[in-house]
């Protein structure tokens, strides 16, 4: 295991973690703080639920969180990347509802949920 400090990451932009089996991201995490595309894709995150890490990256403009065995995005996604995030890959988990406050995310373009157990969509999301 290594440490991610500001000096050595702090100016990085792009970040590939594609499935590597992590099932936690180290607290370190949010030092990365100039990321704007992050894919974590194919890692089965503890819980099923993204890592709180993650939402502080205010930066983020691309996450992509599809097939982690995730069971729900948290509430906490559109307040805190709701600024930057204009695409959100979460295909192929196992996600039943989106974050009510999803259509606050009012610069995404791209959203993904594809091959999930959804049964409605939240309030400001567009139905096909």
Do not use: W, Y
């Not at 500001?6 to 990085?12: D, E, I, T």
């Not at 695409?87 to 259509?103: Q, S, W």
């Amino acid at each position: 295991m290594f440490a991610l400090s500001p000096a050595s990451f702090g100016r990085l932009r792009a970040l590939n973690l594609r499935g590597n089996g992590l099932t936690a991201l180290l607290p370190s995490f949010p030092t990365l703080s100039s990321l704007t595309s992050l894919n974590l894709s194919g890692n089965p995150f503890d819980a099923g639920a993204l890592p709180q890490e993650v939402l502080a990256l205010r930066q983020l403009r691309h996450l992509d969180v599809s097939m982690c065995q995730l069971e729900a995005l948290p509430d906490e996604l559109a307040p805190a990347l709701g600024g930057a995030l204009t695409r959100l890959d979460a295909g192929i988990n196992l996600l039943t509802r989106l974050p009510r406050n999803l259509g606050k995310l009012t610069r995404l373009q791209h959203l993904d949920v594809s091959a999930n157990m959804l049964t409605s969509l939240p309030p400001g999301v567009p139905k096909a």
